[in-house]
Structures are given as C-alpha cells and as structure tokens.
C-alpha cells in the first residue's frame, strides 16, 4: 500500500507520490517546469514545499501580484503556471493570457479559495486547464502539475459535478460583456496538413504529445511543434478549443 501523506491546507490525507510511467512528461532527468503565483506567504510557502518535494518538477519561480507574475513571465521558461484567482493587485485573467502569449504550449492551474461559477469558465474560456481549491480533499499540486504537463486537466471532484451540472442546465450562450471574445470558427479557406490532422484526432481521443508520437513514429518535441502550428492556424490558445473548432469546421 502506498505510503500517504498530510495536505496542511485542508488537513487530509492523500497517497504519496509513486511511479511516474517513463513515456510520460515529468522525469527526474527532465522535470516539469513550473511557476507559481499566490499573494498568501502561507499558501504559497506550502504549495511550493508540495512541489520541491517531487523530483518530477522544477519549481522554477514565485510570484505574489499581477504585477511580479508579469515578470517572471517574461524571465523564465515554463511549462504549468500555477496562479491564484484573486492577487492582491487584480484577478489572474490577465496573466493567464499573458502566459499564453509567453508560451502557447504552456499549461494555466488557477487554484482559489472560491468556487465561483462565472470566474471558473471564464478560467476556462482563457485557456486554463486546470482551477483546483485551495482546500480540497484529497487533492495533490505536483498531480495535478503532472496531469495537465501531459494533456489532462486539473479540477477538483466536486466543482466538476458542479460545473457539469450548471453547464447541463445552463449553456453559456452569450458570455458575460466583459469576457474576452471567443475564437470565431475557422474559414473554409483553413486547412490543416495531414499530419496536423492526424494529430489532432489523436488529441481529440485523450492521447498525450508522447503517446502520440509514438503511434505517428515521431517525438514528443515534434508533436509538440505541430500543435503549435495548429493552435496559429485556428487561432486558439488551448487544445480543448483547437478540437472544439476543428469539429464545427469540419476539419476533423
């Protein structure tokens, strides 16, 4: 039985860290790159312990404001930014974009005391895969880091049963007059290659970049290359709205 340890935020106790599969993201010899970015010491000090304590991830930063993520945006190389929702200068929204911009294949973690409904989708309509409370049961950061580093998403249990609910009941068909645009639906006159196309089936399945490449052949790093490509041909910023976009079109 694996061994389990204590989260000092919520009082819980989850399973440790195990085995992490060698065709996934996040190896000792290349661990996940992340930066984090709370305005509470206590938490952030916390989170950052979680995370210093997996050899699968390189806590590459902290930041406590908009205006210092902004910075370290700029300065360093990563692969999950992990953001509180309210900082003491604003609301994250702002830097999840930035971080987009920094890096499209980067991966957003918004983690937050709320469950606000309308600020979690439009986490989500940024491009964020991940929004976990600061609280949860049986909730793991460096997991959750290693899940979306490797094509998954983040979201604690019950505020999935939530949004899933809400969603169900309450389609948001006209986003609230201060959320950014959607992307608008590719024209007839996008095209994708072959292996763009190829690659994005695959993503539309679940696959991860290294299982992907595998069944393709090719590397990680090249799948990687392709969705880029993809996301600048679609103009979106995350692959749940690149395979959204490609079905309305018609592409895939």
């Not at 204590?6 to 996940?32: H, I, K, R, Y």
């Not at 974009?97 to 890096?103: N, S």
């Not at 290693?146 to 094509?151: E, F, K, P, R, W």
Request: contains cysteine; glycine residues 6%.
């Amino acid at each position: 039985m694996a061994p389990y340890r204590q989260n000092p935020l919520s009082g819980v106790c989850a399973p440790a860290a195990g085995m992490w599969p060698d065709f996934l993201t996040g190896q000792e010899g290349a661990p996940v790159r992340v930066l984090l970015i709370d305005d509470d010491e206590f938490v952030r000090r916390v989170i950052a312990q979680e995370l210093l304590s997996d050899l699968r991830i390189q806590l590459e930063g902290q930041a406590n404001s908009i205006r210092e993520g902004r910075k370290l945006l700029a300065t360093h190389e990563f692969d999950v930014l992990m953001v509180d929702l309210r900082l003491s200068d604003g609301l994250c929204f702002e830097l999840i974009d930035e971080a987009r911009r920094h890096r499209c294949n980067g991966e957003v973690i918004v983690i937050s005391a709320f469950e606000d409904d309308d600020h979690v989708l439009r986490a989500f309509e940024l491009g964020a895969t991940g929004y976990l409370l600061k609280n949860a049961w049986l909730q793991s950061f460096p997991e959750a880091v290693l899940h979306v580093a490797n094509g998954g998403a983040a979201i604690t249990p019950r505020l999935a049963r939530r949004l899933l609910h809400l969603l169900n009941q309450h389609p948001r068909e006209h986003p609230a007059d201060d959320a950014p645009p959607l992307p608008a639906p590719p024209s007839h006159e996008t095209t994708l290659s072959r292996r763009e196309n190829q690659i994005l089936r695959f993503v539309a399945l679940g696959y991860v970049s290294v299982e992907i490449g595998a069944k393709l052949g090719i590397t990680g790093q090249t799948v990687n290359a392709h969705i880029k490509s993809i996301y600048k041909k679609l103009h979106v910023h995350s692959r749940a709205q690149a395979v959204n976009l490609a079905v309305q079109a018609g592409l895939i």
